[in-house]
């Protein structure tokens, strides 16, 4: 398990994030929202170590997150970042191989991960194209692939974070995406994942995070986070919340 402490974040002379205490549990989903500025990818970053806190604490598995070592950490915690890129004509199938470098588990193990890893993407068919070749949303899918091949096949031991993973893919691959996420949760992988759609994170999320101005202003169920009155004052949006007629989940319309 994940889980951040009294945590708060200084960028410059900015305190950005203040007092977040969350857990990213096990076989569930956490969907993280907020508006623009609000420290959702400065939350990730802390999360993952890609930057220090200035206050409380880190840990997953009850150890704080710095004093695991690199290839240690690698096997049991994954990001996907807003934005990756690669600059050389690697075939997908190689750059999904390569969430399997801190792995021991030798080829004929890899290369069944990887292939497992392309179709819980839906990217089997682009597994002999070059990186180079593809549009932005298949390389979004294709770095899903890698970072699920990294902790793959997902269980209780394992952290996967992703900061906006649907932001360059149709409506279709928005679905797919985030259901091979949530299938992946529900294999024991600890989920966390950084989203703009609320409906999407009504669907797919488990518990949802509502950031503003780098403090939490909501924490809960869908149901208890996606409130009008809530969502007008961080997003200064009026909406309807209705129910989704076969899933139930809240629904929310703009007004």
Not at 127 to 154: C, F, I, K, N
Request: neutral net charge; charged residues 20%.
């Amino acid at each position: 398990m994940l889980r951040a402490d009294d945590l708060g974040v200084r960028r410059g002379d900015n305190l950005v994030l203040q007092g977040i205490d969350l857990q990213v549990q096990p076989g569930a989903v956490l969907g993280v929202l907020g508006p623009n500025g609000a420290g959702k990818s400065t939350l990730l970053a802390a999360l993952s170590g890609e930057v220090a806190a200035c206050q409380g604490s880190v840990s997953l598995d009850g150890r704080p997150l710095a004093s695991w070592p690199g290839q240690a950490r690698a096997q049991r915690l994954a990001v996907l970042p807003q934005s990756s890129s690669l600059s050389f004509a690697f075939a997908v199938r190689e750059v999904v191989a390569m969430g399997r470098l801190p792995h021991a588990s030798g080829r004929q193990r890899d290369a069944e991960i990887v292939l497992q890893a392309l179709r819980a993407a839906d990217i089997e068919h682009l597994a002999s194209r070059s990186y180079l070749t593809l549009s932005g949303g298949e390389r979004q899918r294709v770095h899903l692939a890698r970072v699920l091949a990294q902790l793959w096949p997902g269980e209780q031991s394992c952290s996967l974070l992703l900061d906006e993973p649907t932001s360059a893919l149709d409506p279709l691959h928005q679905h797919t995406t985030l259901a091979a996420v949530r299938a992946f949760a529900q294999r024991g992988a600890a989920v966390l994942v950084i989203l703009h759609d609320l409906n999407l994170a009504a669907r797919y999320c488990d518990h949802l995070v509502l950031l503003h101005l780098g403090r939490v202003q909501a924490q809960g169920s869908p149901d208890q986070v996606l409130q009008a009155d809530l969502l007008r004052s961080v997003f200064g949006l009026e909406v309807l919340i209705q129910r989704h007629p076969e899933r139930d989940h809240p629904l929310i319309v703009a007004r």
